[in-house]
């Protein structure tokens, strides 16, 4: 069985492949002051939980956009299933020419989707990331990674009006009943879901204008579902896009044993 994890600001999600198949995956907050004991015994709980043994993980495959937490989880595996991980960085085969400035600058998780859209999708791919950011990644049907925008994430649009403002209530990301909100909490949510989702519409139309033709759009992250409902724009969702992109990104770099 394979291990990927994917290190994100706010959430690491986890999966174990068997084979082409997700047996299980998890969402875990991403806790930047935990030590490699701790990360441990956390793996040990969610593999328990599946009744999976640690001896029956052959190998692991990692992207991070959290330095300080990456050799934590390279200690952790080494510690739990005596693997050294494949961790996405430089050097690393993907099968994906970035036409970027500077290639170095694309996180790992934003490669690792371009990698599973142009292998699972046919054509262009637009990929729209939910997390702590929002964002938009162009692969061509040749599998150049074309480069992409940055937005804030909804997540972070709603903490930073309650932290931000003096009398603001924390929010839940439910869906609005109207545009026009009548109370503040109605209006938040207004502004916050109706209006991500307008930006997700004018930046799909303005990619594809750019682009000069269509392409795919797919959508992944926690927040995917919520604002695909509010717009027409989404193909697809596909929350395990990432966990997919790190096992073809393994199997183009590591022989798999047995």
Known sequence: MLLVIDIGNTETNWGVFEGDSLKARWSTATVINRTTDEYRILLNQLLSGCEISTKSLQDAAVCSVVPPLTGVFEQMLAGVAGVKPLTVGAGIKTGIRIRMDNPREVGADRIVNAVAAHSLYTGAVIVIDMGTT?????????????????????????????????????????????????????????????????????????IKTELGHEAVVVATGGLSATIA???????????????????????????VPG
């Open 134 to 206: 929002t964002t938009f990644d162009v692969i061509s049907a040749d599998g150049d990674y074309l480069g992409g925008a940055i937005a804030p994430g909804l997540k972070t649009g709603v903490e930073t009006l309650y932290n931000r403002t003096a009398v603001l209530p924390r929010v839940e990301l439910t869906r609005p009943e109207k545009a026009i909100g009548t109370n503040t909490v109605a209006a938040m949510r207004s502004g916050l879901v109706f209006g991500h989702a307008a930006m997700v519409e004018g930046m799909v139309k303005r």
């Open 229 to 255: 409902r509010e717009t027409g724009v989404i193909d697809i969702i596909n929350t395990d896009l990432t966990l997919t992109g790190l096992k073809l990104v393994h199997k183009m770099n590591v022989e």
